[in-house]
């Protein structure tokens, strides 16, 4: 398995460049995540593996569109890497479904049922690099390629996530409607108690944060 990961990492260190939020970095991190979870949770590790690496495969398209694309969408191009290594249909089928629902979120508007063990493993690892203190460090970084303001008060917290719009109100906005719900929307006993710490780091950052935004500090 190592080797085909090696081939894959070499890969997509040639073409994610662009979106410093999604990189080769973040996909590092979640196959750390997503394989500390599997030992576990269970489920197949190659298919867990292989799908944290080519997960974000949709941000390339994105990246070079400005435009939103899902993760069914970019099945394509994911299907090119996978042509490099050797799986079983089972395997291939498994990996696909894991990265095309990946993106669905029971608070937003394309929530979708998570059925495979893999799939909720991937779910979870992904989530997890969203929170934390390096959710925080993305979530500005991910705001500043948008040119998305830092806050903007007179627009309520209050909001229904909408992954197709790729851009919220501002960046402190986004806690609000994504980020902060994350850690109790975790599938997996494991994904919850990691999520627990991350989730009180963003918590505490918030409040200094709006402390200062208001001159208390």
């Not at 867990?48 to 974000?56: E, F, G, P, T, V």
């Not at 569109?65 to 090119?80: A, G, H, L, V």
């Not at 993106?103 to 992904?126: C, H, R, T, W």
Request: hydrophobic share 35%; with cysteine; proline share 2%.
């Amino acid at each position: 398995m190592e080797k085909y990961l090696g081939i894959l990492e070499n890969e997509l260190k040639k073409t994610f460049k662009k979106d410093y939020s999604h990189d080769v970095h973040h996909l590092k991190r979640v196959l750390k995540l997503s394989l500390f979870i599997q030992k576990h949770e269970g489920g197949d590790k190659k298919v867990i593996a292989i799908a944290a690496l080519l997960h974000d495969v949709h941000r390339l398209i994105q990246s070079e569109t400005d435009k939103y694309c899902s993760p069914k969408d970019s099945i394509s191009e994911i299907n090119k890497f996978l042509l490099k290594i050797s799986l079983t249909e089972e395997q291939k089928e498994k990996i696909l479904y894991a990265i095309e629902c990946h993106e669905s979120y029971p608070f937003g508007k394309n929530s979708v049922k998570i059925k495979s063990i893999e799939a909720k493993i991937l779910q979870d690892a992904d989530r997890l690099d969203a929170t934390g203190a390096i959710g925080v460090a993305r979530c500005f970084m991910y705001s500043g390629r948008y040119k998305q303001p830092l806050y903007v008060p007179e627009i309520s917290l209050k909001g229904k996530y909408d992954v197709s719009k790729m851009t919220d109100p501002s960046s402190i906005h986004h806690f609000y409607y994504k980020l902060l719900k994350l850690g109790s929307n975790m599938n997996t006993k494991t994904g919850k108690n990691l999520a627990s710490e991350r989730h009180r780091f963003m918590e505490h950052f918030l409040k200094e944060f709006f402390d200062e935004w208001e001159g208390k500090k």
